[in-house]
Structure formats: structure tokens, C-alpha cells
């Protein structure tokens, strides 16, 4: 009897050390929740390429598209936690849809983390014609004209949404949101002058900035970019701790071997170290995290704390789906 029950507990456990010994054997599934195009999508094709190269098998990026993202993060939730299926996400669709949408699983239990990859600070953007020449007298003529202002956004929830929500909150001001198909034409109505401020993805807002089409008050982050570093932290113009930044990471389905994970993790760890990799991020405007950061029990608590942070917020303005 003790020998079957040895015999059964080696059985149980040498498909798991084969699996992470023999992990990848096939074809990896890189989920993505929104368009081929986009910078989500953009992110996925760096990572999904070079991860390739080290993993000797190849990941193919699958584009599962609807619902602000929900459709495409909910594919992952039930995935088979067999390390053949990885999703890539961001704060909108792991934090900001939680307190929009009445989903189907949980954003922070539901998932094994692998390693948060990229953080994108939002710009302070308005139109140039704007007569404050900084954040604090930006802020002063906001209170003065807020009846006539209008900020465009990318819809209900989205983070250009939920920051400007945010600034009101901080700022004690009220204004209009005008939504859009997204915030690349909401940036060209502001280029246009069509309205007058908005927050914005810093890679998707510096080449207006650059080209002087549009002009930067802040970026929400605790550092400068370094793509840019005239632009002033929030600290450092006058809004103290205004942090918001739309960072992205992978996640496997709950109950993936931690072996699996570990070695994904690794391998995720790697592609950050990569000077080619790192220098195409840092075009995009993505901050890389630093390495302490980048492992599976930094992004739970980091993402943790996020909801914790931004769910009272959201809910408070009473944000609802479109």
C-alpha cells in the first residue's frame, strides 16, 4: 500500500515538473482586448516578437476585440491555466472597468500575474492659444472660465476620461467632457481648437507637443520622461501626487503552474533587459519598470493597489457605460 501511494503521488507530480522542463512546446496565444493598431496592440507585437526568440516557439497575438476590453480580458479568465494562453492588459481594462462594469470575474483573483511591462504617464495637453503659461495659472483660468471650457475624452471610462474626472476632483472644477471615438481625434479637434484641454497618453500626445501644435502643462508621473524632460512632473508644477499612468502587464489564467509562470516571468524579465527592447519603448514614451518591479507578487500588489485607489474615484463621479 505505501509503495502505491508513493507510486501516486510521483504521478501527480512528474507531469508538472515535465511541463515546466519541457514549457513551451507549442504555439503561444497572446490575447489582446482591443484593435490591431493601437498602442496595446503595439506593446503585444514588441513583446510577442522577442518573447518568440527566447522561447523557441511561436506567439501569436490574437486580437479579441469589444466591451472597453472586457471581451478580450474575459477570454483569458477562461483560458486552460496551461501557460499556452497569456493576455496582455491595462489599467483600464484590470482597474477602471471593475467600477464600470458588472463583469463576470474577478479583475485581481482571477488571474496569475506575470509582470507588469510598461507604464505610459498622461499628458496635460491644452490648446495653444491657452493664455496660461503654467500648470498653477492653467488651474487659475480653468476656475475663471469653467462654465465655457470643454476636455475632450475617448469615452465613458476611459482614461483620458477618468483623469480629467480626477482633476476636477483635485481642482474643485467643473467643466464639459466631450467624448470621441478615442483620443486620436479628440486630439485633433484640440490641435484644431475646437477644445481646450484634454489628458492624453504621453506617446500618443508628445509628437502634437513636439511639433508645437499643442501644449503640455504636466506629466503624471513622479519623474520626467525621458523622451522629454522639459516637460514638469505634476510635483513639480504645483499639483502634488496627481499620478495616473496607463501601465501595462501580462497575466496567465488562474491556476497556472507556478513553475510555468515563473519561467514566463523570467523570460518576460529578460526582454526588459534587452537595450533593443528598452530603446523602442522609451520611443513610444513608456517608462520600463525597474526590476524589483517586475515580478509576479510586485504587479498583485501593485494592481491591488490601484483598484483600491481608483474605484472609489469612479465610482464617486457615478461613471457609467456608454
Known amino acids: 500500500m505505501r509503495r502505491l501511494l508513493i507510486a501516486a503521488a510521483l504521478a501527480a507530480v512528474l507531469p508538472c515538473l515535465a511541463s515546466a522542463q519541457n514549457y513551451p512546446n507549442k504555439a503561444v496565444t497572446m490575447v489582446v482586448p482591443f484593435a490591431a493598431g493601437g498602442p496595446t496592440d503595439t506593446l503585444a507585437r514588441i513583446f510577442a516578437a522577442a518573447l518568440q526568440q527566447r522561447l523557441g516557439?511561436?506567439?501569436?497575438?490574437?486580437?479579441?476585440?469589444?466591451?472597453?476590453?472586457?471581451?478580450?480580458?474575459?477570454?483569458?479568465?477562461?483560458?486552460?491555466?496551461?501557460?499556452?494562453?497569456?493576455?496582455?492588459?491595462?489599467?483600464?481594462?484590470?482597474?477602471?472597468?471593475?467600477?464600470?462594469?458588472?463583469?463576470?470575474?474577478?479583475?485581481?483573483?482571477?488571474f496569475a500575474p506575470v509582470s507588469l511591462i510598461a507604464s505610459n504617464p498622461q499628458l496635460l495637453v491644452a490648446r495653444k492659444t491657452i493664455p496660461a503659461k503654467d500648470l498653477t495659472e492653467l488651474v487659475a483660468w480653468v476656475k475663471a472660465n469653467q462654465d465655457k471650457i470643454s476636455a475632450g475624452t475617448a469615452g465613458a471610462g476611459a482614461a483620458s476620461h477618468v483623469s480629467g474626472v480626477y482633476f476636477q476632483t483635485v481642482t474643485n472644477t467643473k467643466f464639459n467632457f466631450i467624448p470621441y471615438r478615442g483620443t486620436g481625434p479628440a486630439l485633433q479637434d484640440l490641435v484644431a481648437g475646437n477644445i481646450d484641454l484634454m489628458f492624453d497618453q504621453a506617446a500618443s500626445a508628445l509628437p502634437q507637443v513636439r511639433n508645437g501644435n499643442v501644449r503640455a502643462f504636466a506629466v503624471t508621473a513622479k519623474t520626467?520622461?525621458?523622451?522629454?524632460?522639459?516637460?514638469?512632473?505634476?510635483?513639480?508644477?504645483?499639483?502634488?501626487?496627481?499620478?495616473?499612468?496607463?501601465?501595462?502587464?501580462?497575466?496567465?489564467?488562474?491556476?497556472?503552474?507556478k513553475d510555468i509562470v515563473m519561467k514566463m516571468n523570467a523570460t518576460v524579465r529578460d526582454v526588459l533587459a534587452d537595450p533593443a527592447v528598452r530603446q523602442r519603448l522609451v520611443e513610444l514614451g513608456q517608462d520600463i519598470p525597474a526590476v524589483e518591479q517586475q515580478t509576479p507578487e510586485a504587479l498583485y500588489a501593485y494592481h491591488k493597489a490601484e483598484i483600491e485607489k481608483w474605484h472609489p474615484i469612479i465610482k464617486a463621479a457615478n461613471i457609467k457605460p456608454e
Open 57 to 110: 516557439q511561436t506567439v501569436v497575438v490574437e486580437n479579441t476585440t469589444g466591451a472597453a476590453g472586457t471581451i478580450g480580458t474575459g477570454r483569458i479568465v477562461r483560458a486552460a491555466p496551461d501557460g499556452y494562453t497569456l493576455g496582455i492588459g491595462h489599467w483600464s481594462t484590470h482597474v477602471v472597468n471593475g467600477a464600470i462594469y458588472p463583469l463576470t470575474y474577478d479583475l485581481l483573483n482571477d
Open 224 to 257: 520626467r520622461l525621458t523622451s522629454e524632460p522639459n516637460i514638469p512632473t505634476v510635483d513639480e508644477a504645483g499639483m502634488p501626487n496627481f499620478y495616473i499612468a496607463v501601465w501595462h502587464a501580462l497575466w496567465f489564467p488562474k491556476g497556472t503552474p
